[in-house]
């Protein structure tokens, strides 16, 4: 049992300072650079002298300075922010303007314009890579210190920052290196999934904490197949971490199994539900894996829950969750606040040691969604739920209208309060499109136009698309927009969303 993410990860580098930790397309690095680098980013942040316990936001990719970024941060007591290249602007803003942060770490060129913080610029941390200071860790993040935050989805437009503290991690981290999971002692991993999103730390500390290394799959790759079909069979990879999505995009290449990756043998899932369709292809291309279906909101740290998928398993239909990790306890409560027995549905709620202490700077959410149980921190997920009585839980879907969308966790009424305020758009309503095994595969956009000079419907959909792309995530945008003179409402006089679910998803 581990009980510091710093210093177990430092310690590699003093047993193996040549270890390689990350590879990056053609690049390589160690856990000797990556222990100066961070010493350096650490040592130049207490330079700059910001507010004791101020987040630290990193701008970037996947590039390698992202990690030595990270641990620069908590080794001189900042949490980190991660914020992906591919954000809008006027999201980088917000989460600056929620978050407060003291300085910002800017892996790649930013795009918006800062001045009153300090700003430390790819050139500045290019010079600071190549800088080797003798750093003490006499004030790094600890305990309930913030080790991370990460900004999800919000209702009202604004994106919400989740607290997770340097013990939610070491929880979750224990676990993940337990018995639970079969990892190997040399465990070699994807780092597909953007830093933003929090399955990406799935990968990057519990690999990291065992001594093993990374293999980026950047944006670039991933978003061209044939640069992804080309570098797949090539994966010196034996752990592949991601969401179901992304592995169904891999299945597409039929060079990626067992045969051409003799090493990989083991699939850790997150972030989305895992079908028994795209496990049973997994299992024909790679007969002897162990692939595990994880489950758990970011404001529990990553996952809560996990189960190996047998063979047995496949013949009960829908796949379980997982059983809990030890240092969380999940409950089913009713909408009155009764908890349920086994085998009843109801909302999924977490308890326990890696439960968020809330959202920063935002009491009134922090307030709804987290709340205390004999003590103990528990979270309301809206994930509706049971437990059986073998103690594996089971999924049923979401309670409100929030979705997942390949691993991402979006709130429609967000998506809602950007359709509202485009100019071209009287009234608006993103509505979820389901598959046949319950996943959210597209978002279509219920649409009242306002009076327009288009010619068509095909030339307003793209300009509306293209002025959505400068306020929110791209992948929130809805695939297809439907034009209806007026949108059905409910006898209080709103949309009427359940009917338009009703209508694109017919049974």
Known sequence: MLDNIITTIDNWASINSDKLVYKYLEEKFTYGKLKYFSDSIADYLDFLNIRDKAPVIVYGGHKFEMLASFLGAVKSGHAYIPIDTHSPNSRISMIKEIANPGAIIATEQLPVEV?????????KLSELSNKIVDYSLSHPVDGDDNFYIIFTSGTTGKPKGVQISHDNVVNYINWMISDAFKLPLNISATAQASFSFDVSG????????????LTALPREITNDFKKLFTMLPQLDVNTFISTPSFAEICLLEPSFNEKNMPNLNIFLFCGEELTISTTKKLFDRFPNAHIYNTYGPTEATVAVTAVEITKDLLKKGRLPIGYANPAVNIKIFDEKGN???????????ITGKTVSKGYMNNPKKTKKAFFMIDGIPAYHTGDLGFIDSDGLVHYLGRMDFQIKLHGYRIELEEINHYLNNNKHIKQGVAVPKYDKDHKVAKLYAYVVPENNDFENELQLTTTIKKELKDSMMEYMIPNKFIYKDKLPLTTNGKVNIKSLIAEVNPE
């Open 202 to 213: 799935m990968g990057w500390i519990t690999t990291l904490v065992k001594g093993g290394h």
């Open 115 to 123: 001045n009153d913080i300090p700003v430390i610029n790819p050139e």
């Open 339 to 349: 908890e349920l027995g086994t085998g009843e549905s109801g909302e999924i709620i």
